[in-house]
């Protein structure tokens, strides 16, 4: 079956602590996203990917950092600049001819105390 | 990039007909329409996507003024598992699209 996974689906951290979220897709998209979602809110954007080893901040990529070393792979690393990481993270793909459909993964939810 | 306005919550029972209706004043000529939904703890589902008139899939139905101020996901006799938020979204397609997520339209089915 072709679709997004997220790895793991809850992660706990120290506050102070780097931490990387997985995405890996199986779709052949050249496009990759990652979305932050906190309570009651909509989704907003980090860092995004047309292609390979290339990628652009989003609207709050500041304590984020991400790679796109393979077209199958987007990981994002939440640092500990970020001043609000604990958040439900997605991760999203889609043809680069057709970017108002997203895929999304399942999500993975961090909490950092 | 147009900003959509869509009601913030709703409440329907089970085999009712939903309509959830949004407002994208701005949208520009190369834009489209498009609807997620999103379960809690899930990521979101694309629904449909238009440009114009009316387009119908196996899920949903979207219709759009000739104007194209507005939109509107109509939802066929709706189940518990309808409850969810929609998301009402626009913009152009191909290149970069930067998708704006607002808060969505919370939809509660009732039995």
């Known amino acids: 079956d072709g679709g997004i996974t997220q790895s793991p689906k809850y992660l706990f951290r120290k506050e102070g602590q780097n931490v990387t979220l997985s995405c890996e897709q199986n779709?052949?998209?050249?496009?990759m996203y990652w979305y932050r979602q906190d309570p009651g809110q909509g989704l907003r954007l980090i860092y995004y990917?047309?292609?390979?080893?290339?990628?652009q901040k989003g609207d709050i990529a500041e304590g984020y950092s991400v790679s796109r070393e393979k077209k199958e792979s987007f990981p994002l690393t939440v640092t500990s600049a970020q001043k609000n990481p604990t958040a439900f993270y997605l991760c999203?793909?889609?043809?680069?001819?057709?970017?108002?459909?997203?895929?999304f993964g399942p999500g993975t939810r961090l909490t950092v105390t | 990039l147009a900003k959509t306005t869509q009601p913030i919550s709703m409440d329907s029972y089970e085999g009712q007909e939903v309509n959830i209706t949004c407002s994208h004043n701005?949208?520009?000529?190369?834009?489209?329409i498009t609807w997620y939904q999103q379960f809690p703890s899930q990521g979101p589902r694309f629904i449909i996507q238009g440009y114009k008139t009316k387009v119908t899939n196996e899920v949903a139905s979207l219709f759009i003024p000739a104007d194209r101020k507005s939109s509107t996901l109509s939802l066929p006799r709706v189940s518990l598992s309808d409850t969810a938020v929609y998301y009402c979204l626009v913009g152009r397609s191909g290149g970069y699209n930067k998708l704006i997520f607002g808060a969505g339209t919370r939809l509660a089915v009732h039995p």
């Open positions: 999203a793909s889609s043809d680069d001819r057709v970017t108002y459909e997203q895929y």
């Open positions: 990917s047309q292609i390979v080893n290339d990628f």
């Open positions: 779709l052949n998209h050249d496009a």
């Open positions: 701005n949208i520009a000529t190369n834009d489209y």
